[in-house]
């Protein structure tokens, strides 16, 4: 593999100011988005709720203009992920604990799009949070006007992709046909690429409505199929890989996995607010009534995502004697196993290389099923090489 040529080294450099604003308007969205609701949260007529609410906006203002550690320029540029701390940079994703007593948390988004999905349990400092919403450009304001374009729609964080349900393939592009298996192409599924959310303290709210754990969802690990890619073929005897450079790695969560389907069953999220209605029918039914009251905005069934580039290598994996096709089992192992050998000979830290299998489904002109594949890739966005 080759590090940073002259022209990514470029291209990283031109896009430092367009970076550089992104994170500094996100910031000033932040800034706007909590003396919005702090002064919504905080009438004359506010429940005691309503306040515990003004104060973790008080709480999160302060932490992101003069708290000395946390709203420190550096500081703040680095939990951003636009500026290196004590490793490359790495794409985070926030959340609010929506609690006066704990600061924003932060994690790298492959681990966050789980972890602060909406309707899963997060455990810190005591509290027992609950995520509740997802935020976005506008979605604290009271709009949600019929015919006109919702708050999330017009922060164009969600784009329609195509899965293929035979194979792995996913794309962007509108295709008749899988260009992998030649599978006839269903319908488009929504993906959002949030990145912010918010929580709720559920252990002083009630305590007899969620008895359920952490959450199991439904996360996809993906190879974006792309027109145009530089691929390298090392046709090796056992183990044909090819390398593809600036690979488009998309990890989606489809939400909490349905115990009969096994499937992700989608998160409801409202267009406007961005707030998560439960999936549970008695709970959705209270969320239906309370929510109609402060916002008019309806829900969307949306399938979480995270995308980056980074190099990755796709080895093709012979079935096992005797066998053909695709056998899972076999893949999950091969992808442990190559992980663990590339690791150890690069000598890298566990969470620097990543990977997962791949189905390819069946040969569009002989039908016989095609053994899987395994893409191992750079965790850190970009590659470091
Ligand atoms: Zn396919
Ligand atoms: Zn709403």
Redesign the pocket.
């Known amino acids: 593999m080759t590090g940073f040529g002259t022209e990514e080294a470029r291209r990283i450099v031109e896009g430092f100011r367009d970076d550089m604003e992104r994170v500094l308007e996100g910031w000033w969205a932040q800034v706007q988005r909590l003396n919005e609701e702090f002064k919504q949260y905080s009438t004359i007529g506010s429940t005691v709720y309503d306040k515990r609410k003004a104060a973790a906006r008080q709480r999160a203002y302060a932490e992101i203009t003069t708290d000395p550690e946390r709203a420190y320029p550096l500081a703040y540029l680095a939990d951003a992920g636009l500026l290196p701390s004590y490793q490359f940079p790495t794409d985070t994703f926030s959340l609010d604990p929506g609690v006066d007593d704990t600061p924003t948390l932060f994690r790298p988004a492959g681990i966050g799009l789980e972890e602060f999905a909406p309707g899963n349990l997060v455990y810190a400092n005591n509290h027992k949070l609950k995520t509740i919403r997802a935020i976005f450009a506008g979605s604290w304001s009271e709009r949600g006007v019929a015919g006109v374009r919702s708050n999330l729609d017009s922060s164009g964080l969600a784009r329609a992709f195509y899965f ?6 996913v794309t962007e592009e509108v295709r008749n046909d ?1 260009p ?4 006839p192409m269903g319908r488009h599924v929504n993906v959002a690429f949030l990145s912010q959310f918010e929580a709720e303290d559920q252990a002083r709210i009630t305590s007899a409505e969620d008895v359920r754990e952490r959450r199991r969802f439904d996360v996809r690990d993906r190879l974006v199929e792309e027109g145009e890619t530089e691929v390298a073929l090392f046709d090796y005897a056992f183990l044909p890989v090819e390398h593809r450079r600036m690979a488009r790695i998309l990890r989606t969560n489809w939400g909490r996995r349905d115990p009969v389907k096994g499937e992700g069953e989608r998160f409801a999220i409202c267009a406007e607010c961005g707030r998560h209605r439960p999936a549970d029918p008695d709970q959705a039914k209270r969320w239906e009534e309370s929510h109609a009251r402060f916002c008019p905005g309806v829900c969307e069934e949306l399938v979480l995502g995270y995308e980056f580039r980074t190099d990755a290598l796709v080895a093709t994996v012979p079935p096992q004697p005797g066998s053909e096709g695709y056998d899972e089992a076999l893949l999950v192992t091969a992808a442990e196993a190559l992980l663990i050998a590339a690791s150890t000979y690069l000598e890298t830290e566990a969470y620097e290389i990543s990977a997962f299998p791949r189905r ?2 069946a040969d569009p002109e002989t039908g016989a099923e095609r053994p899987g594949q395994v893409v191992l890739y750079e965790s850190v966005p970009g590659g470091a090489g």
């Open positions: 293929c349900g035979r194979c792995d393939m899988c992998v298996c030649g599978e390819t489904g």
